[in-house]
């Protein structure tokens, strides 16, 4: 089955292009979001000292840190507006996913339609606030433990910094609803990706300046873009994959003698159902105690030197990209994987509604036999995805943790979770091209039948 670029480009014409206005529309829109997007990204807090700032980030850029600046596009190195990004409001869909089917309210809620939604897209933006003000009063203590970094601290500067970036937060999710409603893609998911690949450059000039200087050699860069460009085929490859189940309607006979239905369809399961939602969880699981223990560790600089050993060889065992670092990364991947399909892909309801529509798998009795033989298969698919996920994300990690001098930029970059993020965003948003044009080229013909008929009355 080809895939929506592969049809893209086999029907593109660029005629139909040109005249599909509300498309051309949709993308400048949507390039002028990430234009500002960019923009507020090297807008820096205000009173901070940059450069106090960015000599202390050097130390912990391959942590959370790091990981939290390559989905921000480089704004936390610059502790910019949007140095949070949208990962609040990220985190505050996946709570409220899970708390959807643990909550009876909530779940009646969101069977009561697209009123019932917009209740629990409100609660959802409520929850994005609490959770960046958190985050964002965190970072303003951080930042005023850190020596030469804030000019004036105090009160005020905590208080202007938790308005700032909360802001931030609330005015990237508004661009990324306007860019779903207005543009093409999903925004929240185009805003990141815009940030990952405007750090690609950097990242490329980075790893051929450290070549140019014999700090890495020609066969590690080679290597290095040769794994990029391998595990991006594997991943388009993986996310095209699907196992289709035939799904037939039996044939019903209307008044007249008229008969209708007897078609038949397929449901598509995707191999990586759950996306990039269980790397996400499994790195920040685990990069969250690294970087706290190295806060410690440097305001414990006064303390016992039993203590701060212990402490320093816990952070050796856990610290990124060592061994047990790489196989808790597969394993949390692998167990996310698992934790999280059931609340996306919904056995039970999908049986529902399959037989209330009428439709069965043939050979499968409908209701509770199609809901359990649904889940046998999706278990199966799931272990192949988890398996496939975990292996992108830990055969990188693994080959930069080898290096052993590559830097944490590009390490993070030529990542997995980078390349899983960047491919699945672009294919979504190919597919959404795709239906825009293919629905303006119906509209043309719709218009050339109607033309032909009033010809032909007259």
Known sequence: MASASE????????????????????????????????????????????????????????????????????????????????????????????????????????????????QINQYTRYLTVFLAAFQAYGIAKALQGTPGAVINPGLFFEASTVITLVGGTMFLMWMGEQVTARGVGNGVSLIIFAGIVAELPKALFQAFSL????????????????????LSFLIVFIERAQRRLLVQYPKRQMAGGKTFGGESSFMPLKLNTAGVIPPIFASSLLLLPATAGQIMLGNQAGAAEGSNGVLTTVLALIGYGSPLYLTLYGVLIIFFCFFYVPYVFKPDDVADNLRKNGGFLP????????????????????????????????????????????????????????????????????????????????????????????????
């Open 7 to 118: 049809q893209l480009v086999r029907n593109f014409n660029p005629s139909t292009f040109f005249k599909a206005k509300e498309l051309q529309q949709r993308l400048l829109f949507t390039l002028f979001i990430l234009v500002l997007y960019r923009v507020g990204t090297f807008v820096p807090v205000p009173g901070m000292d940059m450069a106090a700032f960015q000599s202390a980030f050097e130390g912990q850029g391959g942590g959370l840190l790091g990981r939290l600046n390559m989905f921000a596009g480089g704004a936390v190195e610059r502790m910019a507006v949007f140095a949070l990004n949208v990962m609040p409001y990220i985190s505050a869909s996946i709570i409220m996913t899970l708390m959807k089917e643990s909550i009876p309210s909530l779940k009646e809620l969101n069977k009561d339609g697209e009123q019932g939604r917009k």
């Open 363 to 458: 050979g499968i009795r409908p209701g509770e036999r199609t809901a359990e033989y649904l889940s046998y298969v999706l278990s199966r698919l799931t272990f192949i995805g988890a398996v496939y996920v975990a292996f992108v994300c830990v055969l990188p990690e693994y080959v930069i943790a080898q290096a052993g001098n590559v830097p944490p930029s590009v390490a993070l970059l030529i990542g997995g979770m980078s390349l899983l993020i960047i491919v699945s965003v672009t294919l979504d948003t190919v597919a959404q091209i795709q239906s825009h044009l293919i629905a303006h080229q119906y509209e043309g013909l719709i218009k050339k039948s109607r033309m032909r008929r009033r010809k032909g009355k007259a």
């Open 211 to 230: 070549n140019a200087n014999n700090a890495i050699s020609e066969i590690l860069l080679i290597g290095l873009l040769v794994l990029f460009v391998g």
